[in-house]
């Protein structure tokens, strides 16, 4: 069974600061990671994905995230926060499940950026 | 835009009626997902297809029911409606049993 865990429902940064969003996951096969932003009223837009090889993946807007085996983590990041950015965002892995393949996704972190 | 459509957008419905969401894949997409996103429960995986055929299920109540039609659409059928019914309803789709899904811009059903 996999399970994700978002460090902070809530996240506050200033324009221009490192945006530094949390996630832990935990997994009995090797895993996939995917990073998901969703905007007020709208559906959730693929950010980054993690499958296998390179452990630094980058994605749409300036976001990248590393994948820690030895942490179980891949925090999303990205150096400088746009007003754009505030959304909320969801930390998702994904495995094999009963001749299926499943995601299970995180509770989510709103990003709030602070002009 | 992700490719996927979702109708309707909105849903305004009575405790006890019966309502079907419908959900059209990106092209090429062989698998769909049904989630439910509430305050309370965040985002929870209901149910599976692929290619007209039930893969999984998740926490889909049984008052609940989906399929996938040949053309690969699904519908979604809630019924016996519940104030706590009220959520956003995502359908999501990814080309086979991989690894990224792409989600639809969603179903507001709003439980009166």
């Known amino acids: 069974a996999q399970s994700v865990t978002q460090l902070g429902s809530h996240v506050s940064v200033s324009e221009g600061a490192l945006v530094l969003l949390r996630c832990n996951y935990s997994?009995?096969?090797?895993?996939?990671l995917f990073w998901y932003v969703q905007y007020p009223n709208q559906g959730l837009q693929l950010l980054l994905k993690?499958?296998?090889?390179?452990?630094l993946v980058k994605g749409i807007n300036g976001f990248e995230a590393e994948f820690k085996k030895s942490e179980t983590s891949f925090h999303l990041t990205k150096p400088s926060a746009h007003m754009s950015d505030a959304a909320e965002y969801f930390c998702?892995?994904?495995?094999?499940?009963?001749?299926?393949?499943?995601?299970?996704f995180g509770k989510g972190t709103k990003l709030s950026v602070i002009p | 835009d992700s490719g996927v459509t979702q109708t309707p957008k909105h849903l305004i419905t009575a405790t006890g009626q019966r309502v079907t969401l419908r959900c059209s894949p990106r092209?090429?997409?062989?698998?769909v997902y049904w989630y439910q996103q509430s305050l309370d429960q965040g985002l929870q995986f209901l149910i599976q297809?692929?290619?007209?055929?039930?893969?999984a299920k998740g926490n889909i109540l049984e008052r609940f029911s989906a399929q996938q039609f040949p053309d690969l659409h699904s519908e979604l059928n809630l019924s016996s409606l519940e104030l706590g019914d009220s959520a956003l309803y995502f359908c999501?789709?990814?080309?086979?049993?991989?690894?990224?899904?792409?989600f639809g811009p969603g179903t507001r059903l709003t439980v009166t």
């Open positions: 999501a789709s990814s080309v086979d049993q991989g690894r990224e899904q792409y």
């Open positions: 997994s009995s096969v090797p895993p996939y």
């Open positions: 993690y499958t296998t090889g390179a452990t």
């Open positions: 998702a892995v994904g495995a094999p499940r009963a001749g299926s393949y499943q995601l299970t």
């Open positions: 092209s090429g997409d062989l698998s």
């Open positions: 297809y692929y290619n007209g055929e039930e893969r």
